[in-house]
T-cell receptor, first 108, second 115 residues
Framework: RKEVEQDPGPFNVPEGATVAFNCTYSNSASQSFFWYRQDCRKEPKLLMSVYSSGNEDGRFTAQLNRASQYISLLIRDSKLSDSATYLCVVNEGNKLVFGAGTILRVKS | NAGVMQNPRHLVRRRGQEARLRCSPMKGHSHVYWYRQLPEEGLKFMVYLQKENIIDESGMPKERFSAEFPKEGPSILRIQQVVRGDSAAYFC?????????????FGSGTRLTVV
């Protein structure tokens, strides 16, 4: 089983749509969780940390379910500029482990 | 405040040559991580270093690859006798403390092409 699993997509959505990505992780001892975004041929950039209580940053909401080892990212009112690959990231000991990413394409 | 600086941005090597990739962490960051991203794949952890110490090299191939982070100067990822399969994007990241709460800040990467 992969350490971090994501649906690769692509998710093709119209502008203004709400879209949700899910991620599962295998190590129940993991303590830190993040979502990153990566644009084509660029470096990953931290989008937001994920906390057990859930957290929101503008149009983005992240949730963590430790019992199910499940992380989600919700994007409301999608913009063309949201088109990217979204990476689910979990710490494992001395390193952060990255999922393979979910591709989002927002179309006008 | 400059971010994580990697150079070169693009590197072309012939099979059998050596590749040296450099990474200067953000100011105040003493923890450096190297990741590799093969075409159409996710980022794979290679090595975690602090100044003069390798903390975790569990993701490094057993042969031809080495990394260092000297007391002075940038971190170096060295690949000896490169092969076509080494062609990838190599990203360096840094953090102010260990890989826990803060996530990482990544550099722009070095794209290695082996011909």
């Amino acid at each position: 089983r992969k350490e971090v699993e994501q649906d690769p997509g692509p998710f093709n959505v119209p502008e203004g749509a709400t879209v949700a990505f899910n991620c599962t992780y295998s190590n129940s001892a993991s303590q830190s969780f993040f979502w990153y975004r990566q644009d084509c041929r660029k470096e990953p950039k931290l989008l937001m940390s994920v906390y057990s209580s859930g957290n929101e940053d503008g149009r983005f909401t992240a949730q963590l379910n430790r019992a199910s080892q499940y992380i989600s990212l919700l994007i409301r009112d999608s913009k063309l500029s949201d088109s990217a690959t979204y990476l689910c990231v979990v710490n494992e000991g001395n390193k952060l482990v990255f999922g393979a990413g979910t591709i989002l394409r927002v179309k006008s | 405040n400059a971010g994580v600086m990697q150079n070169p941005r693009h590197l072309v090597r012939r099979r059998g040559q050596e590749a040296r990739l450099r990474c200067s962490p953000m100011k105040g960051h003493s923890h450096v991580y190297w990741y590799r991203q093969l075409p159409e794949e996710g980022l794979k952890f290679m090595v975690y270093l602090q100044k003069e110490n390798i903390i975790d090299e569990s993701g490094m191939p057993k042969e031809r690859f080495s990394a260092e982070f000297p007391k002075e100067g940038p971190s170096i990822l060295r690949i000896q006798q490169v092969v076509r399969g080494d062609s990838a994007a190599y990203f360096c990241a840094s953090s102010p403390s260990g890989p826990g709460h803060y996530g990482y800040t990544f550099g722009s990467g070095t794209r290695l092409t082996v011909v």
